[in-house]
């Protein structure tokens, strides 16, 4: 296994943990929030997308698909205190968006060669993130750092324990 197989696979077991968290929930459940000050869980699908969206765009520029008029701004770090829900899409919207925002991820990275990978990250990411590869990691990463927040919100509702 390479270092594209290991970020790839990595990738597609966060997507597999956080859909299997929201398979079975309807549109309005999605608009429940695990906590005080936490956002519901529409906004974070939202924001998931819109994230990746813009760190692929910072790695690889014109590798982001295209999203919905006002997406990125409905799911932005600014506007994550004032939620608007009457501007949040549905579940089957979210669905779609994160599979093509995956997809052109893993595009992404198949074109990024190894030696790529060890190419300085962004600037604003560099600090933390300090190369191509390990901003690639983040991207696959990113869906389990929300993940948790949808277990929450499971029990509160009743669902059953999927994984």
Same mark, same amino acid.
């Given at each position: ?12 077991? $966060?997507?597999?943990? +956080? ?11 999605? +608009?429940? $929030? ?46 994550? *205190?004032?939620?608007? *829900?009457? *501007?949040?899409?549905? *579940? ?5 968006? +994160? ?13 990024? $060669? ?23 990691? +983040? ?16 029990r509160k509702l009743g669902k059953a324990i999927l994984i």
């Open positions: 296994m390479n270092a594209q197989d290991a970020i790839r696979t990595t990738a597609e077991t $966060s997507a597999f943990i +956080l859909k299997t968290y929201f398979s079975d929930l309807e549109d309005a459940e999605l +608009l429940e $929030s695990p906590g005080e000050g936490c956002n519901c869980l529409a906004w974070q699908l939202g924001h998931l997308i819109s994230s990746e969206c813009h760190l692929l765009e910072m790695v690889e520029p014109g590798a982001a698909i295209e999203l919905p008029d006002g997406f990125a701004e409905t799911y932005s770090t600014e506007n994550s *205190k004032s939620v608007d *829900k009457t *501007k949040l899409h549905t *579940k089957e919207e979210y669905l779609r968006l +994160l599979d093509e925002v995956r997809e052109a991820t893993m595009a992404s990275l198949e074109r990024t $060669s190894e030696t790529d990978l060890d190419a300085p990250s962004p600037e604003k990411f560099r600090e933390m993130f300090p190369t191509v590869g390990h901003m690639y990691i +983040l991207l696959a990463t990113h869906d389990m750092m929300h993940a948790g927040q949808f277990v929450p919100v499971r």
